[in-house]
């Protein structure tokens, strides 16, 4: 209790006052550009955002980096050929394809559908996590149960039912993924959200009796990015694995177009004789993955209005 | 401070974990220390129970488990022979409608149980009577119903000993029906017994225990006129295939009733084990859904056939190390080891055999063209479709993935698509699918059912009817000569063939791990006793 | 409190209607059909005389709203119905395969916590040292390589190759401490990496916030101990969004961790979901979302209490 009661009394610093009381203009972009200063000066960051370029380069331009094509260059003459071997640098697949090839050409799929779930059920979930949280009352019972409600329901159901409904196109496999993706942070941000409501600074602002969207945006929003952005790095490689869950269920597009998750549950069963099956996107989703918590980690503290002092 | 106490909290952590690996350690040595005399044979499988009701079972694994339980009249061997168990012998009459069978004056039903106490009870012709009718009546969805119903007109004790049964119509497959049913007490019925619960058969091993999703427990029947030669059979559910190859490298269990392809190099180089073949191949096949519109002309579908070249496929997908047939390339859909499936250079002179050039030229006749993509194009509609495959099963769709890719390469637009089972399955029925690939209908009356236009025999129904093979079938099916049958049989393959309503792929031989310390376990099939006159499955 | 309880109690009333109708008419629209995929097998068809009996046993003859309301009515009563496949009550199916899934979610959940709270807390106090790399790099790890993969190379690594612990199967514990933990330690463990995976990384951030905070400086400045800063003030309010993710990961773990179960072969309620959504199996579908979402509610309301008392500051009642 004294704990609280010390904390009650502590001079609010957190965005400071004058930035944030009166001055409309200035805060604004100082506050994007101390963002951006903060996260290019960690090097760590950095690096991270260049691990994911090189990715998305290598995906985007596949065609210049391999000779071959990820589905018609199918040799049943050379099957399960080990890395290092002549003309296939990371070796053949159980169909003979060339596995460098299919990894580039797998990642335009699986690097775009991780990030795209994020993106979608981050927004989707902080929003109404936002709301839910900030208004409380009947509302944020009703979004929560809504939530409760999709967090329990059945994923295979929902997973299979979508397809009898939408058929299966790429859409349909994110759409999927990010309804499933989006009451975890919905449930995240709420929980922080009604920590910060209740700091000094908001009550402040209420007082002061600043408009709803502008204290969830300037007040509450940027003590949670934090959380929400590790929960979206993790969420990335989540959805690159969800995804091949998908196919599996018979949601995936093609069974032939290669796709990191795919392949690596293709590879289960040669786990003992042919581990590299495995492996090779393993490595390659956590590379990925490695980059994201990275650049999560520069954007956490960036967003930080602390760290960034 | 901070310091010393986080590291001495990674400590516990380490700690723990030690702790948990130490006392883990002694207690893995293989179970049975305690009475080494005991022979218990322990079999892996990856098939879930679904119900232990002798009449409801449609899966394998309850198969497995209750063939060891109840009697059948008579068992069928993978040379599709019969062999005499709760029925002694049996004839037909002149007439080839009416069967007599006699049963065995020996077999009691299961003791120790609270349904027959230690009273000793025979099995009677009024028992096997009262399962056949039980299972003919509808109301008791007995899976086996469609079977019976349709053949049988009357079942007559004519005494304690022999049944009669006499069919409305010659039906050369009735042996194989009464091979199918087990017989289970009628006082189970009557007295509301739930056989489900507790099993009480009449067959050399007695139920023991089920443990949901984990085993189940068989003891050795002491009353049996053989003594069985094992104290304890268990069935160890492992739903992972890959696991079960492993519990059996490891000695855990004797038996993994399915290795997979992926894991034949890493069996078939222990000493301790021995790869069994199921000896029946099982059929896999792509099909054409006929009724739809690119598919309604034989020689488009005989163009698409030329175009895969499935020699090469069968081999990619089924070569390994250790030079076991996993697999052979098939033709007609019937396999090798059933009558008329020795017919292969009949049935292969009237497959479309690989030629894509051929091909190319006959669609190219039909007034498909190839358009900027190099796909082939009529009147504004390209030739593309899905090839739908089940995920159950990670080889049809490897398979279903090269037959694309190669349609592909020829300017056909195909797409390998996984569809959930449960869908899949609903499809097929309905007849919503362009092309599709199917598995199973490796039984006695399986190539029966494939050909013949009844949609009712065949659930996967492509459209295809032809009343010249329909009728070969059913002159076939009346046939008591077996030699004569095959030869009917094999007629109407050549023209299912050459109308290429599907292309066979390749007749797969599943591959049983069996511990070398298990004795006289021959031929490994489900639908197999593991106790009878003639063998008695054991172990060392 | 207590007032607050019995309301978001009665609050999972209407959710538990919503959910199952929810279910209901998503199984109503998914393509699969029950009597075939039960009664038939890939060989056999059945007969449209087997399917009528069948479809007016289970009710299947009736129109949908028809049906619903039959289900609803004898769910109230406290009667889930019967299996199709299997002809046993849904309740009792489910409560079987109960125990099994709580040892390995406790299991799990013991050994996650055991890994994640001494590292994710370390790497938050020495941020970019080695230790927030360690933190860093089992997250990645744990993330990005599926949950076959973990068991299967357990199996592979401490069963074949060492030969310490056995491949599959499960004990209860009245067969002894040793048998059961040998046989829950290789499930539990493969599970727990993953949860692992997310805790480390969410109580490295959190009390990366909450260290930042001005009661957590001010509390430094008043001069108390590090270690009751620590303790005291700066964990205890980390542990909120610890919390909420704990009560998700317990939420889907109660649904059954399939792949781990399949892999291990251990006999919870996640295999019987999947067999009986491929067999359409519709009483237990619902039966088992109604139970799940039953439970998952009231893992959140405790989630939701703990939250007050970790931080008073959270009212839960807005209105009283």
């Not at chain 1, 969830?216 to 990015?225: A, T, Y």
């Not at chain 2, 069928?76 to 069967?99: Q, R, Y």
């Amino acid at each position: 209790m004294n704990q609280e009661e010390g904390m009650n009394l502590t001079p609010k610093t957190g965005p400071s006052p004058s930035d944030e009381i009166g001055i409309e203009s200035l805060p604004v972009t100082s506050y994007w550009a101390d963002i951006v200063r903060a996260f290019t000066k960690n090097k760590i960051a950095v690096l991270g955002l260049c691990i994911l370029t090189v990715i998305v380069f290598l995906c985007v331009a596949a065609p210049w980096f391999t000779p071959y094509d990820p589905v018609m260059d199918m040799d049943l003459s050379k099957t399960l050929l080990p890395p290092g071997s002549e003309g296939h640098p990371l070796g053949t697949d159980h169909l003979g394809r060339d596995i460098w090839c299919r990894l580039l050409y797998g990642g335009r799929t699986s690097v775009l559908t991780g990030l795209s779930v994020a993106l979608l059920s981050g927004f989707v979930g902080v929003t109404i996590g936002l709301i839910s949280g900030y208004f409380g009352g009947t509302l944020d019972s009703l979004l929560m149960r809504f939530t409760d409600i999709m967090l329990s329901f059945p994923f295979m159901v929902l997973a299979i039912a979508i397809v009898a409904v939408l058929g299966s196109k790429q859409q349909n496999i994110v759409l999927a993924l990010a309804i499933v993706g989006w009451p975890g942070f919905a449930r995240l941000t709420r929980g922080q959200v009604l920590a910060i409501k209740s700091t000094e600074y908001v009550e402040a602002a209420m007082v002061a009796g600043f408009s709803h969207f502008r204290i969830i945006f300037s007040h509450i929003l940027p003590n949670c990015m934090g959380l929400i952005i590790i929960q979206a790095t993790l969420a990335v490689g989540g959805a690159i694995l969800s995804a091949a869950g998908l196919a599996y269920l018979g949601l995936g597009v093609d069974a032939a177009s290669p796709e990191w998750g795919m392949m690596l549950s293709q590879g289960k069963g040669y786990l003992r004789t042919a581990t590299y099956l495995t492996t090779i996107p393993g490595i390659a989703i956590s590379l990925t993955v490695l980059a994201m918590n990275w650049i999560g980690d520069g954007l956490r503290d960036a967003f930080d209005p602390k760290m960034r002092k | 401070m901070r310091k010393s106490k986080l590291i001495s909290l990674l400590a516990l952590v380490l700690a723990v974990f030690t702790f948990l690996s130490a006392c883990s350690k002694p207690a893995t040595d293989p179970q049975g220390n305690g009475e080494p005399v005991e022979k218990v044979l322990t079999i892996g499988t990856y098939m879930n129970i679904t119900t232990l009701l002798p009449w409801k079972s449609t899966t394998d694994g309850d198969y497995y488990v209750l063939n060891q339980i109840y009697h059948k009249l008579i068992e069928m061997d993978n040379n599709s022979v019969f062999h005499p168990i709760l029925a002694e012998e049996w004839s037909c009459a002149e007439d080839g409608k009416t069967w007599t069978f006699k049963l065995r004056d020996n077999i009691y039903w299961h003791t120790g149980n609270d349904l027959f106490g230690d009273e000793k009870v025979q099995v009677t012709a009024e028992d096997v009577k009262y399962c056949l009718e039980f299972n003919m009546n509808p109301d008791n969805g007995a899976s086996r119903y469609s079977d019976l119903v349709g053949t049988i007109d009357q079942i007559n004790v004519i005494d304690p000993l022999t049944l009669q049964v006499v069919t409305k119509d010659i039906d050369v497959l009735l042996e194989y029906k009464m091979s199918q049913i087990l017989i289970f007490p009628k006082k189970a019925i009557d007295t509301g017994w739930d056989l489900n619960a507790y099993p009480v058969g009449s067959n050399a091993y007695k139920f023991l225990k089920h443990e949901i999703d984990t085993e189940v427990v068989l003891v050795k029947n002491e009353d049996y006129y053989i003594e069985p030669g094992l104290d304890k059979v268990v069935f160890k559910i492992i739903p992972d295939a890959n696991v079960c190859a492993i519990a059996l490298q490891n000695q855990e269990i004797d038996i993994a009733v399915t290795i997979s392809t992926e894991d034949i190099a890493n069996i078939a180089g222990l000493d301790y084990v021995d790869l069994r073949s199921s000896g029946i191949g099982s059929t896999r096949w792509i099909g054409f859904n006929v009724t739809h519109e690119l598919f309604q002309d034989v020689d488009v579908r005989r163009a698409l056939t030329m175009m895969i070249d499935m020699d090469s496929a069968v081999e990619a997908l089924f070569k390994n190390d250790a030079g076991i047939t996993l697999a052979v390339r098939g033709y007609a859909p019937i396999p090798l080891e059933r009558p008329a499936g020795d017919q292969v250079e009949r049935y292969k002179a009237q497959y479309p055999g690989y030629n894509p050039e051929e091909g190319k030229r006959i669609l190219e006749s039909k007034g498909w063209k190839l358009n900027s993509n190099g796909i082939y194009e009529k009147n504004g509609k390209t030739f593309s479709f899905n090839i739908q495959v089940g995920n159950n099963d990670p080889l049809r769709e490897n398979l279903a993935v090269i037959v694309a890719t190669q349609l592909k390469a020829n300017g056909i637009d195909a797409t390998a698509q996984t569809v959930e089972w449960g869908k899949h399955l609903t499809d097929l029925t309905t007849g919503n699918f362009d092309m599709y690939i199917v598995g199973g209908y490796s039984s006695l009356d399986g190539p029966m059912k494939i050909m013949h236009t009844d949609p009712l025999s065949f659930s996967p129904n492509p459209g295809y009817s032809n009343p010249q093979v329909d009728a070969l079938l059913e002159q076939a099916w009346r046939t008591v000569d077996g030699d004569e049958r095959a030869e009917l049989l094999a007629q109407a393959a050549e023209i299912f063939v050459h109308d290429a309503v599907f292309i066979t792929a390749y007749f797969q031989y599943f591959q049983t791990g069996v511990n070398v310390r298990v004795t006289d376990f021959d031929q490994p099939s489900v639908y197999l006793n593991l106790c009878a006159p003639w063998r008695n499955v054991s172990v060392k | 409190m207590w007032t607050y309880v019995i309301r978001r109690t009665l609050q999972a009333i209407p959710t538990l209607l919503v959910i199952s109708f929810l279910v209901f008419s998503l199984l109503y629209i998914t393509p699969g059909d029950p009597v075939e995929l039960i009664l038939g097998t890939e060989d056999r068809k059945i007969t449209p005389e087997q399917r009528a009996i069948v479809e007016a046993e289970w009710g299947l003859d009736k129109p949908f709203f028809e049906r619903y309301v039959n289900f609803l009515a004898r769910a109230i009563r406290g009667d889930l119905g019967t299996s199709y496949a299997t002809g046993q009550d849904v309740f009792d199916s489910v409560m079987q395969r109960m125990p099994a899934t709580l040892k390995l979610m406790a299991a799990s959940m013991v050994l996650s916590l055991l890994i994640s709270l001494p590292l994710g807390i370390l790497a938050a106090i020495k941020h970019n040292s080695i230790w927030d790399s360690i933190a860093t790099a089992l997250a990645t790890v744990g993330i990005s390589l599926p949950r076959f993969w973990f068991g299967l190379v357990l199996i592979i690594t401490f069963s074949l190759k060492l030969g310490w612990l056995p491949s599959m199967g499960s004990a209860n514990l009245d067969q002894g401490l040793g048998p059961f933990l040998k046989f829950l330690i290789l499930p539990a463990a493969s599970l727990a990496l993953s949860m692992a995976a997310v805790q480390t990384r969410m109580i490295r951030s959190s009390m990366l916030d909450v260290l930042g905070q001005d009661y957590v400086r001010y509390a430094r400045s008043k001069g108390l101990k590090e270690r009751a800063v620590l303790y005291g003030h700066a964990l205890k309010n980390a542990m909120i969004p610890v919390i909420t993710t704990i009560g998700g990961e317990i939420g889907g773990l109660l649904g059954g961790a399939v792949v781990t179960e399949q892999i291990f072969s251990w006999p919870g309620v996640g295999r019987l979901t999947v067999n009986s959504i491929t067999k359409r199996d519709y009483p237990m579908i619902q039966g088992i979302t109604l139970l799940l979402c039953f439970s998952y509610l009231m893992i959140n309301l405790i989630v939701d209490i703990l939250y007050g008392f970790i931080d008073p500051r959270i009212r839960l009642s807005k209105k009283d």
